[in-house]
């Protein structure tokens, strides 16, 4: 069974209202907690995008703090939903993948996070669907051989099939 | 004496273990090969979820967030409820805008 590895925008529109959130909750209802990750940069990114977002005035302060609660019931404090550190090696080994593919730091870190990830079980569970709406991540991540979901473009009948029985 | 040789040499291997497994943590070896990446990315992120709770107790407190995750489906009813809020507003304005323009 694979692995899905949430980029931070992604991981931030179950947070926040946007086109792909019925597949993301779709995702985390129906996929075991075991096989979700992200990177803890990732995290990060998603509480920016809600600081933001309160500053905008598309989140009350009362709003604010309860998907902050949300978020940290279901990922912070989750020991099933593994947070990768972006640590010195991941994004030295990152830095090959910005020029062969003009990804931007987040994204290159994300895609070896999930080629270093894909390594961890053997044939045929070995790859890692990778959940991103980033054409240019999506595009870099099929070029190396991983599996991919955007939510904001794919169904959750593709996405049932990503999941499996 | 015998027996109290046997436990030092025990207590010593644990040790040497111990070290060397924070020297990868700290500075993990140049010629890791990508499954061994890949699992001490997922060995330390296992460590420090232990340590996370505390982390983000005190996160939360400067934040000035307390209280309980209301769950997604209350998450969700109370977003939509301020989405519906804003355009209401939003058209309200609109209107208003509208009719500044009429009369001018």
Same mark, same amino acid.
């Not at chain 1, 086109?19 to 075991?34: C, E, I, S, V, Y």
């Not at chain 1, 994204?107 to 990778?130: K, M, S, Y």
């Not at chain 2, 208003?96 to 009429?102: D, F, G, I, L, Y």
């Given at each position: 069974?694979?692995? $899905? *590895?949430?980029?931070? =925008? &992604? *991981?931030?529109?179950?947070? %926040? ?8 909750? /779709?995702?985390?209802? !129906?996929?075991?907690?075991? =096989? *979700? ?5 990732? &995290?990060?990114? &998603? &509480?920016?995008? %809600?600081? =933001?977002?309160? /500053?905008?005035? @598309? ?11 949300? *978020? @940290? ?6 020991? /099933? ?8 090696? !991941?994004? @030295? ?17 994300? !895609?070896?996070?999930? %080629?270093?990830?894909?390594?961890? @079980? ?12 980033? =054409?240019?991540? !999506? ?9 991919? $979901? ?11 099939? %990503?999941?499996?029985? | ?19 060397? +497994?924070? +020297? ?18 997922? +060995? ?5 979820? #232990? ?34 809020? +804003? ?11 509208? #009719? ?5």
């Amino acid at each position: 069974m694979s692995p $899905f *590895l949430l980029d931070g =925008r &992604v *991981l931030a529109t179950r947070y %926040l209202l946007g086109p792909g959130t019925d597949r993301l909750d /779709h995702l985390f209802a !129906l996929l075991p907690q075991k =096989r *979700l990750f992200c990177l803890m940069w990732s &995290v990060a990114e &998603v &509480v920016a995008l %809600l600081v =933001r977002a309160r /500053h905008a005035g @598309r989140l009350t302060p009362t709003l604010f703090a309860a998907t902050m609660l949300q *978020l @940290r019931l279901e990922v912070t404090d989750n020991p /099933h939903f593994d947070k990768l550190p972006a640590d010195g090696p !991941l994004i @030295r080994a990152s830095l090959a993948l910005l020029q062969d593919y003009r990804l931007n730091a987040s994204d290159g870190i994300a !895609l070896q996070a999930a %080629l270093w990830l894909a390594t961890q @079980r053997p044939p045929p569970d070995n790859n890692v669907v990778l959940v991103t709406s980033t =054409r240019s991540l !999506l595009k870099a991540a099929r070029a190396e051989g991983l599996i991919t $979901f955007n939510p904001d473009k794919q169904s959750t009948a593709d996405l049932d099939a %990503l999941i499996g029985p | 004496l015998a027996s109290k040789l046997k436990e030092l040499e025990q207590r010593l291997a644990a040790l040497e273990e111990e070290v060397t +497994r924070l +020297r990868q943590r700290v500075d993990p070896p140049l010629d890791e090969t990508p499954a061994e990446h890949g699992a001490r990315l997922i +060995r330390e992120a296992r460590a420090d979820q #232990a340590r996370s709770s505390a982390h983000m107790d005190r996160v939360f407190a400067a934040m000035g967030i307390t209280g309980e995750a209301p769950g997604i489906e209350k998450l969700r009813e109370m977003q939509r409820e301020h989405a519906e809020e +804003r355009a209401r507003q939003s058209r309200k304005k609109r209107g208003r805008s509208q #009719a500044r323009s009429a009369k001018s």
